[in-house]
């Protein structure tokens, strides 16, 4: 069974710059979050999907930050303008139901000059 | 609102040995799920080991298992028989038993296996 895809692995950007994550889940897998991991913290949860819905995103900055499931399977997370507090590890995990055990995504590593 | 600490940033420990890392959360909830996740330098985060808080038994995984406190809201990992494999960051993590939650993680512990 594939697991949890992202890309791109790394990304470096000016501050004020737009940038975009790509996620796609195990297959099958209803539920999908977003977290932001900064150096030296644990992950953060961003944004929690179930399905093509928004189950949780009280702590998405959405001013800058947006996220969409299309289909109910890959997911996109866009950072529009970057700041350089932004930088960080940007995980995908995915689970069955949202009670289930969460499988994550190698990351994305992003850095804000 | 819930919260996970893990007090000890760094932890080392040679092959063959035993090792414990620990954790603490509060919360008033009486139904949630704990977890060890383990992000060794790859940053692949994989699930170690899974505990109910409903069970009193502590939960076991092969060189994995955890001593569960209930009252004393501590869930502590032992590793026994350290390989250099286990050397990454392990987090500790809590779950609402409530629909629609997510993880709310600790800072994370740094292990270090020497041979």
């Known amino acids: 069974e594939a697991g949890v895809a992202q890309s791109p692995r790394y990304k470096i950007i000016e501050k004020r710059q737009s940038v975009a994550f790509w996620c796609n889940p195990i297959?099958?897998?209803?539920?999908l979050y977003w977290y932001q991991q900064i150096l030296g913290q644990g992950p953060k949860l961003l944004i929690q999907f179930q399905n093509n819905g928004v189950v949780d995103d009280s702590q998405l900055p959405k001013d800058r930050f947006s996220a969409e499931r299309l289909k109910g399977v890959d997911s996109t997370l866009k950072i529009q303008p970057a700041k350089l507090e932004d930088s960080a590890v940007y995980l995908c995990?995915?689970?069955?139901?949202?009670?289930?055990?969460?499988?994550f995504g190698p990351g994305t590593r992003l850095l804000v000059l | 609102a819930q919260t996970v600490t893990q007090s000890q940033p760094e932890m080392s420990v040679q092959e063959a040995e035993t090792v414990t890392l620990s954790c603490t959360y509060d919360?008033?909830?009486?139904?949630?799920?704990l977890f060890w996740y383990k992000q060794p330098p790859s940053r692949q985060m994989i699930l170690v080991i899974r505990q109910e808080a409903y069970k009193q038994q502590n939960a076991t995984e092969n060189r994995f298992s955890v001593n569960f406190q209930k009252a004393a809201k501590s869930f502590s990992l032992k590793i026994s028989d350290s390989q250099l494999g286990d050397a990454a960051m392990y987090f500790c993590?809590?779950?609402?038993?409530?629909?629609?939650?997510?993880?709310?993680f600790g800072k994370g512990t740094t292990l270090s296996v020497s041979s």
């Open positions: 297959s099958g897998h209803a539920t």
């Open positions: 993590a809590y779950r609402s038993g409530q629909a629609g939650t997510a993880l709310i």
């Open positions: 995990a995915s689970s069955k139901d949202y009670m289930e055990t969460q499988y």
């Open positions: 919360t008033s909830e009486s139904d949630y799920y």
